[in-house]
């Protein structure tokens, strides 16, 4: 979500949440994806909403990317690392 939040108006994307999101290549077909509506569901609106509104102090920085720590970092070789979380790296 925060990484979301550090893309909507920077220069190399969208101006918008929506259109952030659904920017080729980034995330994944948004209109494909259909979950359950339990609470994992509400867990991840809370947080959505959280970094909409800025409630809480970013965890991610400024990063605008993030990898699974699995998979070939060649393409973030250029990139600052900038935090892991778990199974994920931010960079920006």
């Given amino acids: 979500a925060q990484v979301v939040m550090n893309r909507v108006g920077h220069h190399s994307f969208a ?3 929506c259109c952030v999101a659904m920017q080729k290549n ?3 077909n ?3 994806y259909n979950p359950p ?3 994992r569901w ?3 609106i809370d947080i959505a909403l959280d970094a909409r509104n800025k409630v809480s102090a ?3 920085g400024n990063a605008l990317f993030f990898q699974a720590t699995w998979a070939d970092t060649a393409f973030f070789r250029s990139r600052k690392h900038v935090r892991r979380i778990a199974g ?3 960079y920006r």
């Fill in 88 to 90: 994920h790296n931010f």
């Fill in 58 to 60: 970013p965890v991610v």
């Fill in 37 to 39: 509506k339990d609470k």
């Fill in 30 to 32: 948004v209109h494909a």
């Fill in 15 to 17: 101006n918008t949440i």
């Fill in 26 to 28: 980034q995330f994944f």
């Fill in 42 to 44: 509400q867990k991840a």
